[in-house]
């Protein structure tokens, strides 16, 4: 597996910033109403899934890195559960829901993929570079 340098070259990063750009045109089309409430929950939780994986990997350790990994999943699992209150207000079309749901859930398992590769690998992150 190539050594990811930034971010940016994760995949999970990548398709969780096309989930945020996704429910991002959603809002900003005015779908939600004036539902700020929830407007600023669903776009905090698909921002908050990209971000947690950035925050995670600066970290330079794969302990760190991990910790915002499963919160990067939860924030996947906040959002599909926004979602349902999204499509119960009818602010969302049925087609909408299915494909932000959808979304979220390949994200999820892309997701639990990094995880179960790092808690199997036996690299540490460059944090720990030349420790035992």
């Known amino acids: 597996m190539a050594i990811i340098k930034k971010f940016e070259d994760i995949?999970?990063?990548q398709a969780a910033r096309e989930l945020n750009n996704k429910i991002g045109a959603i809002i900003d089309?005015?779908?939600?109403?004036?539902n700020y409430r929830l407007?600023?929950?669903?776009?905090?939780?698909?921002?908050?899934?990209?971000?947690?994986?950035?925050?995670g990997f600066v970290r330079s350790g794969n302990r760190e890195f991990l910790q915002f990994?499963?919160?990067?999943k939860g924030s996947c699992g906040e959002f599909r559960s926004q979602l349902y209150r999204a499509i119960d207000r009818k602010y969302v079309s049925q087609e909408?829901?299915?494909?932000?749901y959808n979304m979220?859930?390949?994200?999820?398992?892309?997701?639990q993929k990094l995880i179960d590769y790092l808690e199997q690998s036996e690299l540490k992150g460059t944090k720990y570079r030349g420790r035992n």
Do not use: H, P, T
Not at 29 to 34: D, E, F, N, S, T
Not at 96 to 100: R, S, V
């Open 11 to 13: 995949v999970a990063w």
């Open 29 to 34: 089309a005015g779908k939600l109403k004036q």
């Open 39 to 55: 407007i600023n929950q669903i776009d905090g939780s698909a921002g908050s899934i990209m971000d947690n994986i950035a925050e």
């Open 69 to 72: 990994l499963y919160i990067s």
């Open 96 to 100: 909408e829901f299915d494909e932000l």
């Open 104 to 111: 979220a859930l390949k994200r999820i398992i892309m997701l």
